[in-house]
């Protein structure tokens, strides 16, 4: 069970547990941008292709064994027909479409387990399949490449009372962007305070009215204040009481810990930045990322899942990694979508995985752990077929006896053949 006191936003689809409540809409499901994205055919992903593959195997390998045994009864009964019952035993049996349909499942099953002991979360075993194929490494930055929790917040501008802080908290307690939860923790002062017509606009930032008075979070623009820019390796949340610009909360962002490291061990793939946010840390990130990132900025979570799906329309493989809600078309749309928790109680966007925020550094070995995961289901394809090709060649030719048969048919399962 999850607390919720007066004014907590309620996500559809929780259960209600205890007395009444009274409930107030705050986001037009059919008209919000949410619905839009979970709409789009990004989130009817194909079937995984080893599936498909081995599905048509085992569909064809049935017939071509019934065939076999038709043959080698035929040729038998003419040449020694004391033969053919043995034979045909022997070909039915030592057959093994098992070893064909166990090997990929035990092997990709097997690399799951590993990666939730070390706090990955995946979907299922074709996101391992797919995790293989990457090309690009796509990052969004708030929440993602930063540690929300760990940012510094510093306020400037007009003083503010402790009632004119309680009606900014009240606000932003609706938000699950990363700056909000960050303030919202920052911030002691109480937040039970009534709020109507709240309204949350994607990229710009959130208003409503508190215990009677208009209130603006957001960017420079959504609030219409004239301060300065951004300085380097910032982001500023603006804040507005009843048409009045009071100042703003400027962030200095923490990058996570081993970010370094883990952007020389993806030199192999094309690294790109989606950021929602302005470019005012473009600079910084220009000296942490390769020349050859691509970092855009000012993107809408619309931005976000066109251009991955741009980049697969050219044949890129990507791998998303985000956070919250603003990158959940992002996420579907890539080939891989990872979502980088730092709190569980937060609402997670559909994905393929899910990975604490503490194991971030791993990523690359993921990677790697994929690659080798798929090497090993293709060894262990390539000896189901030497098995199957070799027992039944034996079985054919008649030095084969069902007993023998029958033995090694189980051992070969066991074995993940």
């Not at 619905?35 to 081995?54: G, H, I, P, R, V």
């Not at 109480?190 to 930032?205: A, C, F, M, R, T």
């Amino acid at each position: 069970l999850i607390p919720k006191k007066a004014g907590d936003k309620i996500f559809a689809g929780g259960k209600q547990s205890g007395h009444a409540i009274e409930l107030e809409i705050i986001s037009d499901v059919n008209q919000s941008y949410l619905t839009q994205l979970w709409n789009n055919d990004a989130f009817q992903k194909e079937e995984s292709e080893l599936n498909a593959l081995t599905n048509k195997i085992r569909n064809y390998f049935t017939i071509i064994i019934l065939c076999i045994a038709v043959i080698s009864a035929v040729y038998w009964f003419y040449h020694d027909s004391s033969k053919v019952l043995d034979v045909v035993t022997a070909i039915l049996i030592i057959s093994c479409p098992c070893a064909l349909g166990l090997s990929s499942p035990f092997i990709l099953g097997h690399m799951m387990r590993i990666f939730g002991n070390k706090k990955f979360y995946v979907k299922n075993t074709s996101t391992v399949e797919r995790m293989e194929r990457i090309t690009d490494v796509v990052f969004d930055k708030t929440g993602t490449i930063t540690e929300s929790d760990e940012a510094q917040v510093k306020y400037e501008g007009k003083e503010l009372t402790d009632y004119q802080k309680q009606l900014v908290k009240a606000l932003i307690r609706n938000s699950n962007h990363p700056l909000s939860r960050t303030l919202y923790k920052k911030m002691e002062v109480d937040d039970h305070l009534p709020i109507h017509n709240y309204e949350e606009i994607v990229g710009k930032g959130q208003q409503g009215e508190v215990d009677g008075h208009r209130v603006k979070v957001g960017s420079r623009t959504f609030v219409n204040t004239v301060f300065n820019e951004n300085t380097l390796n910032q982001s500023q949340v603006f804040i507005a009481i009843d048409d009045e610009v009071f100042g703003k909360f400027v962030y200095t962002n923490r990058y996570r810990r081993g970010l370094n490291d883990l952007l020389k061990e993806l030199n192999d793939y094309q690294l790109h930045v989606l950021s929602g946010d302005n470019d005012s840390e473009k600079r910084y990130l220009e000296t942490v990322f390769p020349a050859n990132a691509k970092l855009i900025f000012n993107q809408s979570p619309s931005d976000k899942l066109e251009y991955i799906k741009q980049l697969e329309l050219e044949g890129k493989k990507v791998l998303m990694l985000g956070d919250g809600l603003n990158d959940a078309g992002a996420l579907k749309q890539s080939t891989v979508g990872i979502s980088i928790s730092e709190d569980i109680n937060s609402f997670s966007p559909s994905c393929d995985g899910i990975l604490d925020a503490k194991s971030f550094e791993a990523i690359p070995n993921f990677l790697k752990l994929s690659k080798t995961t798929m090497k090993f289901v293709k060894i262990a394809f390539f000896i189901s077929f030497m098995y199957n090709i070799v027992g039944l060649s034996f079985a054919v030719t008649g030095y084969l006896q069902p007993v023998v048969a029958a033995i090694l048919m189980p051992i070969s399962s066991k074995n993940g053949i």
